[in-house]
């Protein structure tokens, strides 16, 4: 049973248009971090949110973490070619240091 | 940031046999993780490998089956023993920052294939 589920699994869209991903648990975090992985490449870090309610932007890309800190989702404005990857969120506990990722969204985006 | 070297990058087994995957880190870290991430799926942690302590499992993985070492504070090892071809996967180690913030480093990832 995946603690962290994220949807949707797989997203195939033109370049230029919008789409949102989401990460759904009904645990609660002390923080949620969002990944970002290529083929061949371990993953790497995009952002991290703490407080419930905030909202992070990282260029066309805009998270944010809901009010009870047990979802987040990931917004990606005009996605282009480079955008294509996994994306993957993680969930960090208060009383534990391991990180638990969710199930993944695996992005294409078509020229 | 830390760098993250991990040897084999990738191998080919065979049904029985046992492979040890090697982590290197840049720098000194308290913990490394060790996930496994199976064919366009998402990453599973294994264990924690903690130096000076014995490593602390996940649910679903045993030390009989994966064993860690640690000898110090930039290395670290996982054996995956007796495979099968269920073991086929990528094997990646992590560690946490210095500062603690919560963000991970990734290796390159080591991926067996076993036959």
């Known amino acids: 049973t995946q603690l962290l589920e994220q949807s949707p699994q797989f997203l195939s869209i033109q370049e230029g248009e919008n789409l949102t991903v989401y990460c759904n648990s009904s645990?609660?975090?002390?923080?949620l971090q969002w990944y970002r992985q290529e083929p061949g490449e371990g993953p790497v870090l995009l952002v991290t949110?703490?407080?419930?309610?905030e909202v992070k932007k990282l260029k066309r890309l805009t998270f944010q973490f809901g009010d009870a800190r047990k979802d987040s989702s990931l917004h990606i404005t005009a996605a282009q070619p480079g955008d294509t990857g996994l994306y993957l969120c993680?969930?960090?506990?208060?009383?534990?240091?391991?990180?638990?990722f969710g199930s993944g969204t695996r992005l294409s985006i078509r020229p | 940031s830390a760098v993250i070297s991990q040897k084999p990058s990738r191998d080919i087994c065979q049904r029985g046999t046992s492979l040890t995957i090697q982590c290197q880190v840049d720098?000194?870290?308290?913990?490394m993780f060790w996930y496994r991430q199976q064919p366009g799926q998402s990453l599973t942690l294994i264990a924690t490998?903690?130096?000076?302590?014995?490593?602390?499992?996940e649910s679903g993985f045993v030390i009989d089956k994966f064993p860690i070492s640690r000898p110090n504070l930039t290395f670290s090892t996982l054996t995956v023993s007796n495979m099968s071809p269920e073991d086929s996967s990528i094997y990646l180690c992590?560690?946490?920052?210095?500062?603690?913030?919560?963000?991970?480093?990734f290796g390159e990832g080591s991926r067996l294939t076993v036959l």
């Open positions: 993680a969930g960090l506990y208060s009383s534990a240091s391991k990180i638990i």
């Open positions: 645990s609660v975090f002390s923080s």
């Open positions: 949110v703490v407080t419930g309610g």
């Open positions: 490998a903690n130096q000076g302590s014995e490593a602390t499992y």
């Open positions: 720098s000194q870290v308290t913990m």
């Open positions: 992590s560690v946490r920052d210095r500062a603690n913030t919560g963000e991970l480093f």
